[in-house]
Structure formats: structure tokens, C-alpha cells
């Protein structure tokens, strides 16, 4: 099955921009969703396909993607997105799924 | 409103079996794809297998020939059914709805709120 490799941490000034990547060869035949998990909850969708909000999501939540590599940025980080961020993508044979490493994004 | 509830989980011995079930409310669950995803204590979320509306099921290798994912269109809710567990299947386990946009574009727009799995002895 494929890989797909996030950085593990990242921390963001609040207000200010923060980027998250997720990299892998899947990613240059399907889209990326990607899903926010905090402490001792279930995950939530974020973003999908293009770059789609699913109903709720504020649109300081937005994803892109070129190549092996989506992107996931929150523009003006709010302390409230302080959680763990996952992408998610088939494997190589386009029948299993398979999630990122995961990030843990911090608000100062 | 769409709700996903998970059962079934507890304490179980290595080697033991155990089904989960995840009762579905404000759709049809034979009508979508159905996922379940795992996550250890303290680790990331790892995909364990999906069941088309068709029918076809995938796994992933870590589970492959023990975890069988099923349905009961009856009682619209789906079970994972896991023998020869182990020590490192331990974890929460949660289903999910997969929505299928088009073949590049699909994701599990929603989850359950989890159950927990150990597996020790």
C-alpha cells in the first residue's frame, strides 16, 4: 500500500497562516480529504476534492494540490484549530485507503 | 440527522474474536460505502476496511484474513467481525460513511463516535 507523509508538528502565531502537507505518489491520481481529530473525539472533515468545506467548516479552511504533494492552509489561525490534521487517499492499487502520518498543529 | 453509533467493544484476550456493529440512522447504509478506521492509543488513524454498496469488500493488510466487514440492510448497521485479535489491535474503532463524489473525489463525511478495543491478557 501507498504512503502518505505528513510533517508531524507544526505551530502557527495566532491569527497568522499555517500550511500543512501531505505527500505521496496516490496523490497524483486522487484527491486528498483531510480531517481534524482534537483529544478524545472523532475526526471531522475539513476539506475534499478541489477544495470543498463540507457545511459548517469556516472558509479560513482551504486545501490545493500540485503533484504528489496536497496542501491543507488555515489562514489566520484560530486557537480552536489547535488539533491533529490527517490526509487521506487511496493506495496505489485504487482499492484500499489510506491516511497520513497525521500533524499536530499548534496556536500560539 | 445522520448518526453513527459503534458497539461492541471491550476487553478481549489475544486470540479471541469480537464483532463491532454500527447502527445507522437518517440513511441507508446499503445504499453507501462504509468504512471502518482504527487508532491506537496515542497514534494515528489508520484505515481497516470498506464495503461498497455493491457488495465488495477491502482490507487493509494488517487485518487481511482475520476482520470481516458485513452488513444487515434489515437493521441498517454495520459490523466488523475480528478473530486471532492481538496485542497491536488494540485501539478505538470507528465507522464512517465514505460519500463518492466521482472516482478522484470521495471522503467520510460522517463518524461515529468511536469504541474501544483491547486486546490483552
Known amino acids: 500500500s501507498s504512503e502518505l507523509t505528513q510533517d508531524p508538528a507544526v505551530s502557527v502565531a495566532l491569527g497568522q497562516t499555517v500550511r500543512i502537507t501531505c505527500q505521496g505518489d496516490?496523490?497524483?491520481?486522487?484527491?486528498a480529504s483531510w480531517y481534524q481529530q482534537k483529544p478524545g473525539q472523532a475526526p471531522v472533515l475539513v476539506i475534499y476534492?478541489?477544495?470543498n468545506r463540507p457545511s459548517g467548516i469556516p472558509d479560513r479552511f482551504s486545501g490545493s494540490s500540485s503533484g504528489n504533494t496536497a496542501s491543507l492552509t488555515i489562514t489566520g489561525a484560530q486557537a480552536e484549530d489547535e488539533a491533529d490534521y490527517y490526509c487521506?487517499?487511496?493506495?496505489?492499487?485504487?482499492?484500499?485507503?489510506?491516511f497520513g502520518t497525521g500533524t499536530k498543529v499548534t496556536v500560539l | 440527522e445522520v448518526q453513527l453509533v459503534e458497539s461492541g467493544g471491550g476487553l478481549i484476550q489475544p486470540g479471541g474474536s469480537l464483532r463491532l456493529s454500527c447502527a445507522a440512522s437518517g440513511f441507508t447504509v446499503s445504499s453507501n460505502y462504509m468504512t471502518w478506521v482504527r487508532q491506537a492509543p496515542g497514534k494515528g488513524l489508520e484505515w481497516v476496511s470498506v464495503i461498497y454498496s455493491g457488495g465488495r469488500t477491502y482490507y487493509a493488510d494488517s487485518v487481511k484474513g482475520r476482520f470481516t466487514i458485513s452488513r444487515d440492510n434489515s437493521k441498517n448497521t454495520l459490523y466488523l467481525q475480528m478473530n486471532s485479535l492481538r496485542a497491536e489491535d488494540t485501539a478505538v474503532y470507528y465507522c464512517a460513511r465514505e460519500n463518492v463524489d466521482t472516482a478522484m473525489v470521495w471522503y467520510f463525511d460522517y463518524w461515529g463516535q468511536g469504541t474501544l478495543v483491547t486486546v490483552s491478557s
Open positions: 487521506n487517499s487511496r493506495d496505489s492499487s485504487g482499492d484500499c485507503r489510506v
Open positions: 476534492g478541489k477544495n
Open positions: 496516490s496523490l497524483r491520481n486522487y484527491y
